[in-house]
């Protein structure tokens, strides 16, 4: 009857909507201390202004980034005994909240997918008192359905048997049978199932630590870790899947008590339950682990994601890249960087630093291919040597020198610097270290050298948008 006071009826509501949606993204993100880059909070932003009906739905499922739990309390160290006893890696990370380095014993990388499940198999099948399984994937494969058989036979035998498995990855791995474990009296826990909690702002973050501890409570403690999830292409693949390369290790000592804290910290989260502080006990001067001489071997655990305070792995690797010396080696299925991490290493390459990156020619990712091409170029600019293996590479590792090597679950892209829960170590003695670079060389003896082509304006304005809309938001 009135179409012009109709129009202007729905345009005096739709910008109502869009400034509620923009005041309530800026609200949410001050009272939940969202620190954003600010290229992705421009985005969001913009999002918001041109479609507000689909990006406040999208915020509200996706946008939080950080949940921070309350920061654990650092052991009472004076910054004497640090500056005499710790290198800088440790320094750093004990600065960012992270445990004092702890000792350990029997550290074995392992050479291959075959090793690595040898290795794992040792762990299950050793326990006698406990056994915790975080991973982001158990495969519907057949290495899927033997973790499943294994973890159930320990729980029947009395052992206490606790999985805690990332919701999305429940998904991702092709949703296995994983009744048998219920049967068994297996706990199984699902990490913000993506169902459940969608106006929480947690869907978007993702726990992709992956570890075993056996035993943590008793002296036979020991702890299996590293990149590799529970399915068959991640160790020995299978008549369909061909086997990745990729990384991983166990170890015995005290430091396997920091990797059951961190567990127990997430299965508290996961649960609903009130999650304490992981607790730094497990240190090299504190709690119950038995007094070490300086001789002996020490690593740290080194947590990064929504519950840690600061994005620790990020800054612990822009601190390496500005204070290597030497060399620089990096290894990860996927390389997309921030500004940030970028401009360090560009510029440690820039000083002389050899910065050697190894990447899958092709990764399962087909989107991260694409947007890793302009991060590749500059560092390429800059004297870095891009390597690109014919296979699968699937390992996370950083060589800094002769001083650290740090190894676990973190990528070189956004979503495990900024969004996931990661988990990596930092190993600083000399043969560890070297065990670490020999490996590298050894993958990078098998790629060869890649020399990015510099791309027309169509080519570069399409690397631009992927990365915008891809790895923004």
């Given at each position: 009857m009135f179409p012009g006071l109709t129009t202007a009826y729905w345009l005096t509501l739709h910008g109502l909507v869009t400034i509620l949606a923009v005041l309530f993204y800026v609200i949410t993100s001050q009272l939940l201390q969202q620190r954003r880059h600010p290229s992705a909070a421009i985005a969001w932003v913009l999002f918001i202004l041109l479609m507000p009906y689909l990006a406040l739905p999208a915020f509200l499922t996706f946008g939080s980034r950080k949940q921070v739990r309350p920061r654990a309390t650092t052991p009472l160290i004076g910054a004497a005994t640090l500056a005499s006893e710790s290198s800088w890696p440790e320094r750093t990370a004990v600065a960012l909240g992270q445990p004092e380095a702890a000792p350990y014993e029997t550290l074995h990388l392992h050479a291959d997918g075959s090793a690595a499940l040898d290795a794992l198999w040792q762990v299950i099948d050793g326990a006698m008192h406990s056994i915790e399984v975080c991973t982001f994937i158990v495969g519907d494969d057949l290495l899927g359905r033997q973790v499943v058989e294994r973890l159930a036979s320990k729980a029947r035998a009395g052992v206490r048997v606790r999985l805690l498995l990332d919701g999305m990855g429940r998904w991702m791995g092709g949703r296995p049978d994983l009744k048998p474990l219920a049967a068994a009296g297996v706990e199984l826990t699902l990490f913000v199932p993506p169902m459940h909690s969608p106006l929480k702002g947690r869907t978007n973050l993702r726990n992709h630590r992956k570890l075993v501890v056996a035993d943590a409570a008793h002296e036979s403690r020991r702890l299996w870790c590293g990149g590799r999830n529970l399915a068959c292409e991640y160790f020995e693949g299978s008549a369909d899947k061909q086997a990745w390369h990729d990384l991983s290790f166990d170890l015995r000592g005290a430091l396997v008590l920091q990797?059951?804290?961190?567990?127990?910290?997430?299965?508290?989260?996961?649960?609903?339950?009130?999650?304490?502080?992981?607790?730094h006990a497990a240190s090299?001067?504190?709690?119950?682990?038995?007094?070490?001489?300086?001789?002996?071997?020490?690593?740290?655990?080194v947590a990064s994601g929504p519950d840690q305070v600061d994005d620790t792995v990020h800054a612990l690797l822009i601190t390496a890249a500005y204070r290597a010396g030497h060399r620089l080696q990096l290894a990860s299925p996927y390389f997309v960087p921030d500004s940030a991490l970028l401009t360090?290493?560009?510029?440690?390459?820039?000083?002389?630093?050899?910065?050697?990156?190894?990447?899958?020619?092709r990764s399962n990712h087909r989107?991260?291919?694409?947007?890793?091409?302009?991060?590749?170029?500059?560092?390429?600019?800059?004297?870095?040597?891009?390597?690109?293996t014919p296979y699968m590479l699937h390992a996370k590792l950083a060589v800094i020198d002769d001083v650290v090597a740090y190894t676990g679950t973190a990528n070189l892209d956004s979503r495990s610097l900024f969004l996931n829960y990661e988990l990596m170590f930092a190993f600083e003695d000399g043969d560890a270290v070297a065990a670490c670079a020999a490996w590298f060389e050894k993958e990078r003896s098998l790629a060869a050298r890649h020399l990015p082509l510099r791309p027309g304006l169509w080519g570069d304005l399409a690397d631009g948008l992927v990365l915008w809309l891809g790895f923004q938001l």
């Open positions: 990797a059951a804290s961190l567990f127990e910290h997430d299965w508290a989260f996961a649960n609903g339950l009130k999650a304490a502080p992981a607790t090299g001067r504190a709690g119950s682990a038995a007094p070490f001489a300086p001789s002996m071997r020490r690593a740290q655990l360090a290493l560009c510029l440690a390459a820039r000083r002389g630093v050899e910065v050697d990156l190894l990447l899958p020619r989107l991260s291919d694409l947007a890793r091409r302009r991060a590749l170029r500059s560092l390429s600019d800059a004297g870095g040597r891009v390597w690109l």
